[in-house]
């Protein structure tokens, strides 16, 4: 196969070093990320998920270990400048958007995702019809609140424009961090079903961890399970097509089912 | 009627002190002490550049970019340093008392007999205490504009987000420590600004004129917020000049009931207070309003 676009190398990360609480919270972990995989992450609480993503994302230093981008070493880039190629959805809606700025505005912000800011105008109303086109594919009614402080909106309306604001600028990898979990059944199963929509049709390379054993074998394309920092299993499409939930429940003890 | 003029006159400058304060207290939503010690910089520097031959003009450009420099220091302290907000501005406030003795080399300094804005042939020929409004309507005018033209930029709506969100904001590629040190800058700028307005005004500069600038600054904002409610972020700008206004006139109308001047830092704190404290007293009172007349009938 071609060549991986993202790569973890040996990753580690050591929290409380020289003390006796010294732990590895992530603990040499390799993952090659290849353009088009849409990964479900998988892992009880404390597993090393959030980690993982926060390494990726650069919030987090590496111990030691490499992260190399189309073979380059981006082991020191900075959150700020890694934005360019990434983007990412958090789990809570709040973390995701101004709440006192407009549905427009949080999207006009999201289009220039990882570039430089200059005092040029910022042209709202010429990018108003984009953003209603974008808006109505999410099938919640945002189109009709883009001039709505975001902070007004629903818990799902939120989340749904977090989604949008990470892909309006195409990512060339997308981590989604539980991105539906603080929703209610209905609302989490519509997002994720907008979700996997436009990360098919986009072809988007992507990350996803969840707690639904469901959904994990539902969406995505491959599937990793961690455990105590690493990672213990790497199932491939054909692999993860034949897993049953049942199976799966072997892995863990605390997951939803 | 000169007195209610010379209140406008004073609403008006007092509105740049305002808009700046703004910019942090509001936009970026933390309080910045520093502005205490940058009014009485701004007016310090005016005063003593103009005392030395300076143009008017000219000192009182120079007198903004000094509270700049003072802002980006506290901006520097609070993101690079790591020192809390409030302790950096107390840090830069304090340093200040010290750099503006420097600068005027004594307590205080007048400015008598010497060239100010307010002296030139149109100012004068207008009736007393119109010279301090139109001035003071010139420039707030002006820096109205360009923040309403700024904050409309994509740098401008960076800067709102770094506020109002600095998690989302980082994630989009926004260097939320770029925006702070900025913001805080250019407000400590408007508000020297205001302090060498003021000093031309008043014809002296002090360096214990800045006792009570942030409740004053901060009473406009929240006059402007109580008497307008609901606004968007252009006219939010315009409310703080108006608030600044009418903060004028309540000092006054108290002024009137056999107050005198050095009651005044005691007024405007007790006023700022009072106002501060409309907003969650409507709101008990709408729940009282509820819990007497009941669920209402569908």
New interface residues.
Partial sequence: MTEPIFQLKNCTVTVNQGTPEQINILDDVNLDIFAGDFITVLGSNGAGKSTLFNVIGGDLPLSSGKILLHGKDITHMSVARRTKFLSRVFQDPKMGTAPRMTVAENLLLSLKRGESRGLAPRHLKQNMGKFKQITSTMENGLEDRLNTATGKLSGGQRQALSFLMATIKRPEILLLDEHTAALDPQTSQQLMTATNNKIKQEKLTCLMITHHLDDALEYGNRLIVMDSGKITSDFSNEEKQKLTKKQMLNFFTDIDG | MSIIVSAIGQGLTWGVVGIGLFLTFRILDFPDMTVEGTFPMGAATCVAMIYRGFSPLVATIIAMLVGMIAGLVTGVLYTKGKIPVLLAGILVMTAAYSVNFRIMNRANLTLFNMPTLLKNHFLESLPPYFDSVVLGLVVVTIVTLLLI??L???????F??TG??P?????????TDTMQIMGLSVSNGLIALGGGLVAQENGFADVNMGIGVIVVALASIIIGEVVFGDLTMNERLVAVTIGSVLYRFVILLVLQLGFNANDLNLLSAILLSIFMMIPAFEKRFRIRHTLSKGVDKP
Avoid: K, P, V
């Fill in positions: 033209y700024f409309q930029t994509h740098l401008g709506q960076a709102i987000a109002d969100n998690t989302m904001a980082r994630s989009l590629g926004i260097s």
